[in-house]
């Protein structure tokens, strides 16, 4: 499968012109898309895109599929005129790809949206890659709406990925960039429907018959896409939920390092890049929490937003979000051919054993601290659930669910005393630590769902 390997990113016009000058970007290029897809938007749904595009005199149709992030399978070739002829893509080849059967779609397809953007571009040459930066100027149009484009995309033309990721690394502080998944393709769906961006929560990835190693790159890859997605809605939109899917998916991320353990992931530098962050944003998910009980928003909370916000944008970030895909990339950690369930039931077991260990109820600090355990816990065992029947997989969730969200409502009390706004708590945090330490005992009592249960098969 022919794969395309580039990032994209988000830029100011300051940073547009001195790229210009900077990287030595050639004479713009002009080019004019049409994207398709059917009513209902199957191409969409699969998270795959198909196109027109006029190059010059020349006509070139694309389809492109995801694959994981900055991956997508792409076919790309020239048609004599300025119409679709899906009979000259290898059907067979982008069936098995994407699960998509063009053949059946092309009495239904009609153009959704356009895209129309001049390119500047140089083939940079790297000790022992070849990548192109380009700098797209244009806009999208669906009807008589518009949205602009600005944005930086470098590709791998040859070589290993990983000299992709460097250079993209090496770039992000000079020309201040802000790493984006949001394609064309995407941006234009989301105007042609007039549907904003949504807050992205957790898409647990197929693991199929993957092993564990290869498992711990699919689970990353699928925490990467919900950090990045929703830090850059964060910069667009004030909305609360973002930031706290940004700070899910930093968790799920952080939760696999202690899931798979057993690999040794050599993480040190990724949670190097991601420490100093998180203070900032659980003080503006804290204050986004207890101000929600509030008339207005006092002027410490709009402070913790800002400072989140601006860390967000901030180069340090984006190039903590490159080192993320870095580590992905190189997988440094170790191979195994170990089934996926054995593996998965032995690195739960540890996990339960942390998590329930005798608790001081009167302790609030001690209550956070194992709060967090029984996160790592429950997104352990929901990143696994698939190697398990579905029955007991989902009680033993749904009680571990009920377990976090007691200790969630406790902790809510601790901060709003520590934010100065808990008057009368006491009777009901007492409430609380009766209903937990039932729920606790309940949760004990339970039988793990990958212990003594029959694995699917090849797990």
């Not at 009513?39 to 190059?55: D, K, W």
């Not at 599929?65 to 997508?72: D, F, K, N, Q």
């Not at 779609?105 to 070849?130: C, G, N």
Request: hydrophobic share 45%.
């Amino acid at each position: 499968m022919p794969l395309e390997r580039e990032l994209k990113f988000r830029l100011a016009p300051q940073a547009a012109a001195r790229a210009v000058r900077e990287l030595a970007l050639v004479r713009g290029v002009a080019l004019a898309s049409i994207y398709f897809d059917t009513l209902s938007h199957e191409l969409s749904r699969e998270r795959a895109a198909l196109r027109l595009r006029r190059v010059g005199p020349a006509w070139l149709q694309t389809f492109k599929c995801e694959r994981a992030p900055g991956v997508r399978g792409e076919w790309e070739l020239g048609v004599p005129r300025a119409a679709l002829d899906l009979s000259l893509f290898p059907a067979e080849e982008i069936r098995r790809a994407s699960g998509i059967e063009l053949a059946a779609l092309q009495r239904r397809l009609a153009p959704l949206f356009e895209t129309r953007f001049t390119r500047r571009a140089t083939d940079i040459r790297l000790k022992d890659a070849v990548v192109e930066v380009a700098l797209d100027r244009g806009c999208l149009i669906a009807g008589r709406r518009r949205e602009a484009i600005l944005e930086l995309e470098i590709e791998l033309k040859s070589g290993a990925p990983r000299r992709l990721l460097r250079y993209a690394e090496s770039l992000v502080e000079p020309l201040a960039l802000r790493l984006s998944l949001a394609g064309k393709a995407e941006r234009g769906y989301r105007l042609a429907l007039r549907e904003p961006p949504l807050p992205r929560k957790w898409r647990r990835p197929d693991l199929g018959d993957a092993k564990p190693h290869e498992a711990l790159a699919r689970l990353a890859a699928a925490a990467f896409e919900q950090i990045a997605a929703n830090a850059e809605g964060m910069l667009a939109a004030d909305e609360a939920e973002y930031l706290h899917q940004l700070r899910v998916g930093l968790r799920r991320l952080r939760s696999l390092f202690a899931a798979f353990h057993a690999l040794d992931p050599q993480a040190r530098v990724v949670r190097r890049r991601l420490r100093p962050f998180g203070a900032a944003l659980g003080e503006a998910r804290d204050w986004d929490v207890f101000g929600a009980s509030l008339r207005s928003r006092p002027a410490a909370a709009k402070k913790a937003r800002a400072k989140a916000r601006a860390l967000v944008g901030s180069p340090a970030f984006h190039q903590a979000l490159v080192r993320i895909l870095r580590w992905i990339e190189e997988a440094p950690w170790r191979a195994s051919a170990e089934p996926l369930g054995r593996f998965a039931a032995r690195a739960l077991d540890r996990l339960q054993r942390k998590a329930m260990k005798p608790i001081d109820w009167s302790d609030a600090g001690e209550r956070h601290r194992r709060r967090v355990r029984l996160k790592r816990l429950r997104y352990a065992a929901d990143a696994f659930a698939d190697c398990f029947p579905r029955t007991r997989t989902s009680r033993y969730l749904a009680a571990l669910e009920r377990l976090q969200d007691g200790f969630g409502e406790l902790n809510d009390i601790a901060v709003a005393r520590r934010l100065g706004g808990a008057p009368r708590l006491d009777a009901r945090e007492e409430r609380l630590i009766a209903r937990v330490r039932r729920d606790w005992a309940a949760f004990e009592a339970r039988v793990p769902f990958w212990q003594g249960a029959r694995r699917k098969p090849g797990a």
